[in-house]
């Protein structure tokens, strides 16, 4: 299986910084079609998981431009900048390009 | 608009089996799949297995031999059949829709608690 290591695991935040949040795959996420199915979610407390950005850097529809990710191969990042009180909860990274799929352990985002 | 929910029992007793139904809205079971993942409490999310569009379907090898999922499409419901229960297996089940290998919409989940 394709193992998500996903740092920090904690990461305090002022309201209105900046965060960066990786994502490293034990193998690569290119496709054999050669797209790369790495996305990203949150979690905020007792919802579901929400999608944020899908194959490596595209914005999910209504998600705000303060969200940007990119990388490629095994390295990936997810940025938020202008933290937002709205923005903490629980990042999750998703490798859908392997079965099974595999999720990051996850990165709290939490005010400092 | 795209809506998914789960529905089953709150509580399975240990070494029971898990029934669990995915009823969708705003789009056909013929077109996307859906996909099941699970957190425990306090925990990460798990990939348990999908239902494809075309019918097909594939689990986490971790699950496999106690994990089926079918479908009726008439109905707009996936169903998840997981067997000998155990604790560990405690957890929030939700089901999502897959398209283009994402996970776009996500059902309100639902707490399966095993006990006896």
């Known amino acids: 299986d394709v193992v998500m290591t996903q740092t920090p695991v904690s990461l305090p935040v002022s309201l209105g910084g900046q965060a960066s949040i990786s994502c490293r795959s034990s193998q690569s996420l290119v496709h054999s079609n050669g797209n790369t199915y790495l996305h990203w979610y949150l979690q905020k407390p007792g919802q579901s998981p929400q999608l944020l950005i899908y194959r490596v850097s595209n914005r999910f529809s209504g998600v705000p431009d303060r969200f940007s990710g990119s990388g490629s191969g095994t390295d990936f990042t997810l940025k938020i900048s202008r933290v937002e009180p709205e923005d903490l909860g629980d990042y999750y990274c998703l490798q859908s390009t392997h079965f099974p799929y595999t999720f990051g352990a996850g990165t709290k985002l939490e005010l400092k | 608009q795209v809506q998914l929910k789960e529905s089953g029992p709150g509580l399975v007793q240990p070494s029971q089996t898990l029934s669990l139904t995915c009823t969708v809205s705003?789009?056909?079971?013929?077109?996307?799949?859906v996909h099941w993942v699970r957190q425990p409490p306090g925990k990460g999310l798990e990939w348990m297995g999908r239902?494809?569009?075309?019918?097909?379907?594939y689990y986490n090898s971790a699950l496999k031999s106690r994990l089926s999922i079918s479908r009726d499409t008439s109905k707009s419901q996936v169903f998840l059949k997981m067997n000998s229960l155990q604790t560990e297996d405690t957890a929030i089940y939700y089901c999502t829709r897959g398209g283009s290998y994402r996970f776009d919409y996500w059902g309100q989940g639902v707490m399966v608690t095993v006990s006896s």
């Open positions: 239902m494809k569009y075309d019918g097909d379907t």
């Open positions: 705003g789009f056909s079971l013929m077109d996307y799949s």
